[in-house]
């Protein structure tokens, strides 16, 4: 990853950098016909988060951004509150742990077990208390200009990244109007939410006026992890569960999924969505700027 400086990222706070080390290597096979074939896949390595003392949770990730990984994860979790005072965020590359440490006792250290958190879509940890948070939770109401959505489609849709190189990986960017930020990527969807969650609250970034572009499902967690995070829209490529439109109905969450050129389906905070561009002005997404590895 690298501050952006071509003109695919200009705009951009961090964007991908599919050629940095560490994060993929080349491994070789055969393909249909039985030729030789090389191809880019995706590396993946455990992290261990403790907060504080306590060892919280072991998570599968391609490695970057880890000190942003644990505070994220540790925020969307609620172990965090706000206003907890962090004194310290110290990443061990040897031993792939991150510490975080707090001015106090948290009231979680007592009371979780260890956890291990897969890279499977299916399995991400989701404690009770992400549930217990949402209480009373209630967005603002931000108005969604469907020239914003098609402009940022068209700009991540074409940004170099492990998405499109390599597959087998999840994209998620924080946004602001009709401009992408930050750009995470990550092994499993959860991951790159938490590490803009991380950034936004090491860099201390108001969320009332971004949208989350995610190329993952739209579930329980996702929708969860945004309310959590305080923005008010979530965008995605993918679709929708059931569960995960109910609680962003229920927490003021605009929710559009199915992003795909001019087309994309709203089915939380339609009344919020102000449709300013023509979808017919809107060209269709080209094959050259989908994943070359498949799904991810």
Known sequence: MQLAQSDDLSGYVIAPDPAAPRLTRVVEGVDHEGNPSRISVVEERPLTIFLNGQEIVTAMTIGDYPEYLALGFLRNQGMLATGEVVCGVDYDEDLETV?????????????????????GCAVGTVFGDMMEGLEGVRLPEVEVKTSDLYALASKINRTPSLYLEAGAIHGTVLCQGARPLV???????HNAVDKIAGWMLSEGVSAGDKTLYTTGRLTSEMVIKTAMMGIPVLASRSGFTAWGVEIARQVGLTLIGRMRGKRFVCLAGEERVLRDADPASVDEESPKHRRKGGEA
Do not use: A, N
């Open 99 to 119: 510490v975080v440490r707090t001015d106090g006792q948290t009231t979680y250290e007592e009371k979780l077990k260890k956890k291990t958190r897969t890279s």
């Open 183 to 189: 750009y995470m990527e990550d092994v499993g969807r």
